[in-house]
């Protein structure tokens, strides 16, 4: 299998130097072109017909945005938005997503030790995962047509695997089940989307979240979600009671904890403690924290994401409040990551396309048959 082609795109001669030296020292990334401009991107893109794209928002000539548009319509190539710690950024990476991209890099325009470090370690794997995602399923992702075959042997494995892993038999839920828990990762911001705005606005349930976002990522994403969803939708904060048709959404750099569950509604409080965790937020120290301080039944819902945080406060959860789990199915994963351990560990109930999360949520905290 040969190297994954990369375009950059950024008008940062120096950042684009940066990312060129460290995907070319990978060893499994060739960058085969760059461009400073939307406008180049474009072009090159369809001259190139790389694996994937690196797209800067704020460019001259034409924006990342602009580009991404024409790109999706006259030649999907999974996009990857390189987006500077603004919350005017924020928004606009979101719409992005919403067009097309598939995953959001933010950069620390000041700070190039950091962003260097960043582009190692956070953005190489991004780019591996997305490109394997490629390969097994096609782009856009599930989409055998776009790109004339039949899905793969791995594939057709993979999927039977997912059926063995989970029982997915019907789930009826006669006690009453006050919220919901839902981790994600890479992907997660449109995974999220799909799941939130297909919910009712009646959703018997309240529901909090941890994304892997920065700070200043999480309120942009979490208002955009308000504006579009039936359900209400914030970023939390400390004091913030979990109630039916309310998200709480973790702020970046930060963990949410459940406080101690006596009578009334239980409620959040926000911490950057542990300061050494890995991922911040981390969805097992959510999910923990929710098993270790609440004695009724919880729904887990696993979605989208690199590594497999989330997976032992998942475990906690079925053990201690006897929590039905979803995970997302690996088609409509853009890193089958984080479902998968949870799967791996046969706390799955539930194996699902990210479209059908929503209405099977909806029929579990009803009682209803899924």
Excluded: W
């Amino acid at each position: 299998m040969g190297k994954i082609k990369v375009l950059i795109v950024d008008d940062s001669s120096f950042l684009r130097k940066i990312m060129k030296k460290i995907m070319n020292e990978s060893g499994k990334i060739e960058v085969v072109g760059e461009a400073s401009n939307g406008k180049e991107a474009v072009e090159k893109a369809a001259e190139l017909k790389p694996d994937i794209i690196t797209l800067d928002i704020n460019m001259p000539v034409m924006s990342g945005l602009e580009a991404l548009e024409i790109i999706m319509k006259e030649n999907p190539i999974p996009i990857i938005m390189v987006s500077s710690l603004t919350t005017e950024d924020a928004e606009v990476t979101f719409e992005a997503l919403e067009k097309g991209a598939v995953e959001f890099f933010p950069k620390q325009a000041k700070d190039f030790k950091a962003n260097i470090k960043s582009i190692r370690d956070e953005l190489i794997p991004k780019i591996e995962n997305i490109a394997r995602k490629k390969r097994l399923f096609g782009f856009p992702f599930g989409s055998t047509t776009s790109v004339g075959r039949k899905p793969s042997i791995e594939k057709v494995v993979k999927k039977e695997h997912e059926k063995t892993k989970a029982r997915q038999k019907e789930v009826i839920i006669k006690e009453p089940i006050e919220f919901v828990v839902v981790g994600a990762s890479t992907g997660g911001p449109n995974a999220l989307q799909t799941l939130l705005t297909s919910l009712p606005a009646d959703f018997p349930a309240g529901i909090i979240i941890s994304q892997h976002m920065p700070a200043t990522f999480t309120g942009a994403f979490a208002d955009r979600m308000d504006r579009y969803s039936n359900v209400q939708v914030k970023e939390a904060k400390t004091g913030d009671k979990v109630e039916k048709g309310v998200v709480l959404i973790t702020p970046g750099g930060q963990h949410m904890y459940l406080k101690k569950h006596r009578a009334g509604a239980p409620e959040v409080v926000i911490s950057e403690e542990p300061k050494t965790a890995i991922y911040k937020p981390s969805v097992t120290i959510m999910a923990k924290s929710v098993a270790e301080n609440y004695t009724k039944r919880t729904v887990g819902v696993m979605l989208t994401g690199m590594g497999s945080d989330g997976k032992d406060g998942f475990i906690e959860m079925k053990k201690r409040n006897r929590a039905v789990v979803i995970a997302q199915n690996e088609e409509s994963c853009v890193v089958y990551g984080m479902p998968k351990a949870v799967v791996d560990a046969g706390i799955a109930d539930y194996v699902l396309d990210i479209k059908d999360i929503a209405p099977t949520l909806d029929k579990i905290i009803r009682g209803k048959k899924s």
